[in-house]
């Protein structure tokens, strides 16, 4: 069980826009920025949005991000069929004096 | 080229101890703070433990808490993850990260090493 919880699977068709979730609680998304780690099949994760909206060079503005009280979100616009991944949403925790990680979500363009 | 490249991982048998090293290059390592994160075959990303710049701060996960004990050589730009009393459990591939921290407090993971497996088993 995931400190931080995201949907398990999420899909769309190209050209849509997709939303994934991460809640947390007052201990880390409710006091600490958020970031998003991409993980393509068979690969490391790396990152894709960081300090909750920014976006590393080479990271397309087609992946946003933003942040609401303990729950944050990830927005992917213009899906295109290279976005299929599993996404991961993290924090630091400052009760648990450590990262905390969504258990993931599997995004699939159909 | 900022690189980080782990090694070590292998099979051993469950009570059995391992070590872990993350080799980094292209960027002053002593100036980063480090962290271990595994993934269990199937499973999401679980952070297992952090060691700052000077090794003064050191935090683990409880699932390795008392078992696993994180080191770094700064002069051989180097990361270590010593693993005793290894379990079926902590079959996983083990993913060193630089820890990126700005004045403002914002910290995140990138680079991520490309990982090695490491699977407990009889």
């Known amino acids: 069980q995931s400190v931080l919880t995201q949907p398990p699977s999420a899909s769309g068709t190209p050209g849509q826009r997709v939303i994934i979730s991460c809640s947390g609680s007052?201990?880390?998304?409710?006091?600490?920025?958020v970031n998003w780690y991409r993980q393509l099949p068979g690969t490391a994760p790396t990152l894709l949005i960081y300090t909750e909206n920014l976006r590393p060079s080479g990271v397309p503005d087609r992946f946003s991000g933003s942040r609401s009280g303990t729950s944050a979100s990830l927005a992917i616009s213009g899906l295109q069929a290279e976005d299929e991944a599993d996404y991961y949403c993290a924090a630091w925790d400052g009760n648990l004096n450590g990262w905390v990680f969504g258990g993931g979500t599997k995004l699939t363009v159909l | 080229e900022v690189q980080l490249v782990e090694a070590g991982g292998r099979l051993v048998q469950p009570g059995g101890s391992l070590t872990l090293s993350c080799a980094a290059s292209g960027f002053t390592f002593n100036r980063y703070n480090m962290n271990w994160v595994r993934q269990a075959p199937g499973k999401g990303l679980e952070w297992i433990s952090y060691?700052?710049?000077?090794?003064?701060?050191?935090f683990y996960a409880d699932s390795v808490k008392g078992r696993f004990t994180i080191s770094r050589n700064n002069a051989g730009n180097s990361l270590y993850l010593q693993m005793n009393s290894l379990r079926a459990e902590d079959t996983a591939v083990y993913y060193c990260?630089?820890?990126?921290?700005?004045?403002?407090?914002?910290?995140?993971?990138?680079?991520w090493g490309q990982g090695t497996l490491v699977t407990v088993s009889s």
């Open positions: 007052t201990s880390n998304i409710g006091r600490n920025t």
């Open positions: 060691i700052s710049t000077s090794t003064s701060t050191i």
């Open positions: 990260a630089r820890e990126v921290s700005t004045r403002f407090g914002d910290n995140w993971f990138d680079p």
